[in-house]
């Protein structure tokens, strides 16, 4: 490999990423940001905490018995798309009137897999629009991923003909 091919190919490689340095946010202003984009916005705690027993008890609601799902850390379900799960575990953190009305409803009254989604059918109007921008990020970021792999992979092979190149054109000495 010779030296200009290796600069240019490190130059091209940082310039990719000119976003990489940011300015550091605070804690606060992390855990804010954070908050907001699982949807935990103080009118969604509001709404949450005004929910009672028979909220649950008397959601209609179709349950398929299937009670064979397992829990995962946190004692969230791992029904839950990725969104969600981080969203249940941040809103029964941040609510304790929700968690307790989750303590008193599991499995007594409703299956886990029943109660939250239940939670996410009341919850629908504050939450939808965090959640398909979340699924928007994550299709964005997982094509941005194939995108960077398909560069990297068509600059190896820009680097191996240019070797073969050179190695064709190199006088050969017997």
């Given at each position: 490999m010779n030296l200009s091919s290796w600069f240019h190919r490190s130059v091209?490689?940082?310039?990719?990423?000119?976003?990489?340095?940011q300015p550091s946010l605070s804690l606060p202003q992390q855990q804010e940001e954070s908050d907001e984009f699982l949807g935990?916005?103080?009118?969604?705690?509001?709404?949450v905490k005004s929910f009672t027993l028979d909220t649950f008890k008397n959601f209609p609601t179709q349950d398929n018995g299937n009670s064979e799902t397992t829990q995962i850390s946190s004692n969230v379900r791992n029904d839950l798309s990725d969104w969600q799960e981080r969203h249940a575990v941040l809103v029964l953190s941040k609510v304790k009137e929700l968690s307790l009305l989750r303590f008193k409803l599991c499995p007594r009254h409703l299956k886990e897999e029943t109660f939250w989604r239940i939670y996410f059918m009341l919850v629908k109007s504050h939450v939808a629009e965090y959640?398909?921008?979340?699924?928007?990020?994550?299709?964005?970021?997982?094509?941005?991923?194939?995108?960077?792999?398909?560069?990297?992979?068509?600059?190896?092979?820009?680097?191996?003909?240019?070797?073969n190149q050179a190695a064709n054109v190199a006088p050969s000495t017997p």
């Open positions: 091209s490689r940082n310039s990719k990423n000119p976003d990489q340095i935990v916005t103080q009118q969604l705690i509001d709404y959640e398909l921008h979340a699924l928007q990020r994550a299709k964005l970021k997982k094509l941005a991923m194939t995108s960077e792999k398909t560069s990297d992979t068509g600059a190896y092979e820009v680097e191996m003909a240019e070797r």
